[in-house]
């Protein structure tokens, strides 16, 4: 039986790939994850990040949506400052600049797809940051400033002890009369942290039953056979001597549940004979989405599966009857050690010079020491003036926390091998923290006013068209034109709208900071769809940030002014002369006079500012040409009533040269509007940022090393997209700064078959 599970299960997980979404799916069909180069940033400074999104069920690389949406949120949940990022060549990488505006504290990094805005904000990737200003580095302790200054009033401070709550979770879902049952607890403080906890469970006469202790993070167990279904309560004290009594589950007759142990690589699915008399029961196995199941047999009370025919992460084992109604559930982690990724980093030196080069190789290999084709990201800093987040990593986040409920604190400590307990603790999780986030109940409640949004594969504009008395106008032409290169406009497309006035350009693409132009019939106004974003709700607060003073010394220093500054060679901007141009104002006489006039382009230059030949005309800062051609100007009408005033730029020898163009004048007009008209209309809707590389000094000459300006980088390098040759190992190389005390080395990413590279080394 175990072998026709796993068979068929192994199938399901590893070869299933990525469709286009057509219907509602109860499940989000990628993950996402991002490396961010550190923890603790500092105005002027770029936040690097490599997001890599998956297929939630096979963890392969997808680019089912071709944009990721990157969002800056401070203590007060406000976005600061949002991008949208592309994939190049399947890698989404990009960057936001800590700005001077940008003041000190805790701030969250948020990164979802449309598509995942389908199931909620808990389905997106979330990272806690520090940002530290010059202003901050004043206070003699600085986590101390972070403690008190960086939280909203909404936002939860981190000393609060004064009240928790706990949950108890009977293994298997039930507790069974007679049946010794591991209870499972959960004890969470006023913050949403493990609350430490001591309590005794007594019966409705006060008589004590047994005593519990939680043993990580709030979490912990013990074991109780319950002989009636009388109520029982848990007495339960916290650190701060705050008592609170708690009703338990109660036992029950006829309940079901399923017990699970670990034994010499097996897992042991353990179910007594006593509860499967006369009964039609089949056991499932579960994994991101995926599922097979078969008839457990009476005749037995366990049934064993080697770890090893199981992939690595959660799985779900449900218990269901003759009608497939669950009746006993459990989640555990498996963990199959021939899945393993190993991740090596190695230098020609053990230790290393200021301003020197270090060549380093990066080799994945499998459990057998075979290579591996892997895309990764990798970021070394110095980690005497810069952090990297310990609590969550990429092995953490697609392997558990993208799987469970709820939000698991510091998931990373699972996953680290110096934690001789993290396997217990990490069962803890799968006990208290409630079944697969894939709930189907919760997708088909909300499918009648939740809108479904299918994977993003291009940008698009929507909006409506309405006409006279407010009616929506079908059927009819509305153009799109787009400025390129700041000041040529081309025509880039048209589309008629449908029998409700509606219209949509889709299937393109632009860059942000690209303006757009609609036009349609005169007599109508356009209405563009505001592009809306998921509210924030959930607002993550790191651990806290210790600096001795020897830190914030070094820390003054790297902030100092002098720093920032990059010595340029000397060079000579050579233009062509040209001849001579003049500015004049049009007389603000003549503008009065035409109020209430309106007046196309076209008969605006020609007849009223005797301009002919080619024009380029600037509408409060954007270029409206529209083309190249005179007549095209007929389109476009200016209610003079609406006009500030009119400057022309005029030259007198060779024409004007512009971005490539030539003009015999410029007109700049200003109102005191954006549109000219209710048929017109300027919008510059988000696009995708433009990519930029990592940039830092190298020292290949004499004169570089021996410069003056000191270099004490926070980030000694980055990149984003870095990959394996086919025997699994890739060379880089980067300069050290004139600190090289302690660098720390983090790698992560994806291998082609699915599997997780995950590796954090020391350089010094």
């Not at 400074?45 to 297929?55: D, G, K, R």
């Not at 001077?100 to 805790?106: F, R, T």
């Not at 909203?152 to 004064?162: A, C, K, L």
Request: aromatic share 10%; glycine share 6%.
């Amino acid at each position: 039986m175990s072998k026709t599970i796993i068979s068929f299960f192994l199938l399901v997980v590893f070869f299933w790939q990525p469709t286009v979404l057509t219907a509602r799916n109860p499940f989000p069909l990628e993950v996402l994850y991002a490396h961010i180069d550190k923890q603790n940033y500092f105005t002027g400074e770029n936040i690097w990040f490599c997001v890599y999104l998956v297929c939630s069920q096979s963890h392969v690389q997808t680019t089912s949506s071709r944009y990721v949406y990157v969002e800056l949120i401070n203590s007060q949940r406000e976005v600061v400052n949002r991008v949208m990022i592309r994939h190049e060549n399947g890698v989404f990488a990009g960057h936001i600049p800590v700005t001077e505006a940008l003041e000190a504290g805790v701030y969250n990094l948020r990164f979802f797809t449309r598509h995942l805005e389908n199931f909620g904000e808990e389905y997106f990737f979330q990272r806690a940051i520090h940002i530290i200003t010059s202003q901050s580095l004043q206070e003699s302790d600085l986590s101390e400033q972070v403690k008190k200054n960086d939280l909203s009033e909404d936002v939860p401070t981190i000393n609060q002890n004064d009240s928790f709550s706990i949950s108890f979770h009977p293994e298997g879902g039930d507790i069974p009369i007679g049946i010794e049952t591991a209870i499972a607890f959960n004890a969470i403080n006023s913050n949403g942290l493990g609350e430490h906890i001591t309590g005794t469970v007594v019966n409705e006469r006060g008589d004590i039953i047994t005593h519990f202790e939680s043993t990580h993070l709030g979490m912990g167990s013990f074991e109780w056979t319950a002989n009636s279904d009388e109520q029982f309560f848990a007495i339960v004290r916290n650190t701060a001597g705050i008592e609170r009594t708690f009703q338990l589950p109660r036992a029950k007759e006829d309940a079901i549940s399923l017990q699970i142990h670990r034994h010499e690589g097996n897992i042991i699915v353990h179910l007594p004979k006593t509860q499967t008399q006369n009964r039609v029961l089949y056991l499932s196995l579960q994994q991101r989405g995926a599922s097979s199941s078969e008839r457990w047999n009476n005749e037995r009370n366990f049934l064993i599966i080697p770890e090893n025919n199981l992939p690595t992460g959660v799985v779900g084992i449900v218990l269901s009857d003759a009608e497939g109604i669950p009746l006993s559930k459990r989640q555990i982690f498996n963990t199959n050690r021939v899945e393993i990724v190993n991740t090596t980093f190695t230098t020609k030196n053990e230790t290393h010079e200021t301003r020197e080069r270090v060549n380093a190789t990066v080799t994945v290999t499998n459990s057998e020491n075979f290579p591996l084709n892997a895309n990764f990201s990798i970021s070394v800093i110095d980690n005497n003036i810069a952090h990297y987040d310990t609590s969550v990593n990429i092995l953490s986040t697609l392997l558990l926390a993208s799987e469970l409920r709820g939000h698991i604190e510091n998931p990373a400590y699972y996953f680290d091998s110096k934690n001789e307990n993290a396997k217990e603790h990490l069962d803890l999780v799968m006990l208290t923290h409630g079944w697969t986030r894939f709930d189907v109940n919760r997708i088909d409640e909300e499918e009648a006013t939740a809108v479904w949004q299918d994977f993003e594969r291009s940008q698009t504009i929507t909006g409506t068209l309405q006409g006279t008395l407010l009616r929506r106008r079908g059927n009819q032409l509305i153009r799109l034109m787009v400025p390129e290169f700041g000041f040529v406009v081309q025509p880039f497309d048209a589309v008629y709208t449908d029998g409700e006035g509606r219209f949509q350009f889709e299937n393109f693409e632009f860059p942000e900071g690209t303006w757009f132009r609609l036009q349609s019939e005169r007599h109508t106004e356009i209405q563009v769809d505001e592009v809306r974003f998921p509210a924030v709700t959930n607002f993550l607060v790191p651990t806290k940030l210790t600096l001795d003073d020897e830190d914030i010394e070094l820390l003054r220093q790297f902030m100092h002014e002098d720093d920032w500054l990059l010595d340029l060679d000397e060079f000579v901007v050579v233009a062509r002369r040209q001849g001579q141009s003049l500015t004049r104002r049009v007389n603000r006489e003549m503008i009065d006079g035409m109020r209430g006039v309106g007046v196309s382009l076209k008969q605006l230059l020609e007849d009223f500012l005797n301009l002919r030949g080619l024009n380029l005309v600037v509408l409060d800062g954007l270029d409206w040409s529209g083309a190249t051609d005179v007549a095209a100007f007929e389109e476009i009408f200016i209610n003079m009533s609406h006009v500030i005033s009119i400057e022309i730029q005029e030259h007198f020898g060779l024409p004007m040269s512009i971005i490539g163009k030539r003009y015999d004048a410029v007109v700049k007009i200003t109102t005191d509007v954006r549109l000219t008209d209710r048929n017109l209309g300027v919008i510059s809707p988000l696009g995708y940022q433009i990519t930029q590389e990592f940039f830092a000094p190298t020292y290949t000459t004499p004169e570089q090393r021996a410069n003056e300006r000191t270099d004490l980088r926070a980030t000694i390098f980055w990149n984003p997209n870095v990959t394996t040759g086919k025997d699994g190992s890739v060379e880089i190389y980067f300069y050290t700064s004139d600190n090289v005390g302690d660098y720390v080395v983090i790698i992560e990413g994806i291998t082609d078959e699915g599997k997780i590279v995950h590796s954090i080394s020391r350089l010094r």
